[in-house]
């Protein structure tokens, strides 16, 4: 029992670190393939010892620059909620990531070894609910900044992301009637299967439609460009306005980990997960050929390079999404929203029940 | 190992390493005196005439409506999806019927203009 209590210890502070290293990564990635689409140099000042390396340094200067800066806490009847809402939104941006499956499970020595924290029955419904609880954290923090402009863009976050929440939900239903499961790890094992032999039966095969609603409705979730309506950065203000100092890099940094987050959802439910395509538990094996045999360790290990790899390009997927498309208007934002993608959800979870009747029947 | 012990070992590990990252923050940086001016409300430099909190117009309170409406038809729907072999026909039947009652919701509201933006 205390062992597992002390493993179970150490994967949490893996994975939370890993998602932050990451996320903090992903800040340099951002502005350097801004700067490579629109043809600058972009963020390589930084140096230590006249190493530029690209300008990674950047990732260590800016937090060591949010840590210096002032705190500063405007006058506002609500100081206590000004203080926890940032914390509110990165603390269950991070908790989503409780119930992502990184790897199968292995079996040593009486243990069992998984790189997922917790593998509730109820695994989806955990993470939205997670990332539901992350808009009480913008909503809180534009409210208690006592400023018109932060309470604006609050309301204006508020309503897109509980918008966008259920053309999400609901776009996950049309996949899971096939896997006729919540928990995360039975749906990674469901596609292991190949159709014909050849064609792994991921979700983005079965469910081509719901995977594109998904990554949209998860774009706008995660407030990117051209969803970036509750923040816009440089002209109409957002919610994060009278904030400074790490509680601003905390509202920042949410958006990194909740877009991380939202890309491990779609590998999980549409990408295969940790699958890799033909590799089962003896090692590569097509159409009955073991091709190359593997040792049950190296598989252990190979499929969480898998899960990252996919997840890399999702997120790049996103990011060229980013810096291709200008930003919404808001009613623009409203009408795909509501009249478009909310619709093709429920037309999708119809048509998926209907044909997986007739093919039982 | 209980399913749901992780989840509370990694709420009390997330919220320490969240607080200690904002705790820091708050200690490590200057504190320089707040003066009047600096409190004022960030409006680009004009003064604020009106406070916020006060009554203004709120359109996104049909959205908010909508939302619980329809969040709660979706949440309905996932144990149905857990469970859709053991239902078999007639659930499938009973959720389109779901289905289609709120979707009159949504058109009703379509129709008499609740999702414009003005």
């Known amino acids: 029992m205390l062992g597992e209590l002390i493993l179970k210890t150490i994967i949490i502070v893996v994975v939370v670190n890993t998602v932050l290293a990451f996320g903090g990564f992903l800040t340099w990635v951002e502005r350097k393939q801004s700067a490579v689409m629109q043809d600058r140099i972009g963020a390589n000042r930084a140096s230590i010892l006249g190493l530029r390396l690209w300008g990674l340094f950047h990732i260590l200067s800016d937090g060591i620059k949010m840590f210096a800066k ?53 695994g989806i419904l955990f993470a939205f609910a997670m990332m539901g609880m992350t808009i009480y954290g913008l909503v809180l923090g534009g409210w208690a900044s006592n400023n018109n402009y932060a309470l604006l863009g609050a309301m204006r976050g508020a309503a897109q992301m509980i918008s966008y929440e259920i053309a999400l939900a609901a776009a996950v239903v049309g996949p899971l009637i096939v ?19 050849w064609l792994p039966l991921w979700g983005i095969v079965v469910q081509p439609l ?52 939202v890309s491990c959802l779609a590998v999980t439910v549409f990408l295969g997960g940790w699958q890799v395509p033909f590799l089962t538990e003896n090692g590569f094996v097509f159409r009955g ?70 093919l039982k029947a | 190992m209980h399913s749901y012990l992780p989840i509370l070992l990694a709420i009390i590990v997330t919220a320490l390493i969240v607080g200690a990252v904002l705790g ?28 916020p909190g006060k009554r203004f117009p709120v359109h996104y309170y049909a959205v908010a409506i909508l939302f619980i409406v329809f969040d709660i038809e979706i949440i309905f729907l996932y144990p149905w999806v857990a469970s859709f072999e053991a239902v078999g026909k007639t659930g499938f039947f009973a959720a389109i019927f779901f289905i289609l009652i709120l979707t009159f919701g949504l058109v009703y509201e379509w129709l008499r203009g609740g999702l414009e933006w003005h």
């Not at chain 1, 909620?81 to 009486?110: D, E, K, Q, R």
């Not at chain 1, 919540?182 to 159709?195: D, G, H, R, S």
């Not at chain 1, 790899?309 to 291709?324: A, D, Q």
């Open chain 1, 70 to 122: 002032e705190e500063f806490i405007p006058r506002t009847d609500h100081r206590k909620l000004f203080l926890v809402a940032p914390f509110i939104a990165w603390f269950f941006a991070l908790m989503g990531f409780a119930v992502i499956p990184f790897s199968n499970t292995l079996h040593v020595a009486g243990y069992e070894l998984s790189l997922q924290i917790a593998n509730p029955q109820i």
């Open chain 1, 179 to 197: 896997y006729h499961t919540l928990n995360m790890q039975e749906i990674v094992l469901w596609q292991a299967k190949l159709w014909g032999g």
């Open chain 1, 210 to 261: 719901a995977f594109f609603l998904f990554i949209t409705a998860g774009a706008a979730g995660t407030k990117r460009v051209p969803f970036d309506l509750p923040e816009g950065e440089s002209e109409i203000i957002g919610f994060n306005l009278e904030y400074s100092s790490m509680r601003f890099g905390a509202f920042m940094f949410t958006d990194f980990v909740e877009k991380i987050l």
């Open chain 2, 24 to 51: 820091l923050s708050a200690l490590i940086g200057p504190k320089p005196e707040i003066t009047k001016e600096k409190e004022r409300p960030f409006e680009c430099g004009y003064i604020p005439f009106q406070e």
């Open chain 1, 289 to 358: 050929e073991t091709l190359l045999a593997l040792s049950p360790l190296v598989i252990w290990l190979i499929q969480p390079a898998a899960f990252f790899l996919k997840v890399c390009v999702v997120i790049y997927v996103l990011m060229l999404v980013r810096w291709t498309l200008p930003r919404f208007r808001y009613d623009q934002l409203m009408h795909l929203g509501w009249k478009i993608m909310l619709p093709l959800a429920f037309a999708n979870i119809v048509i998926t029940g209907f044909v997986l009747l007739v």
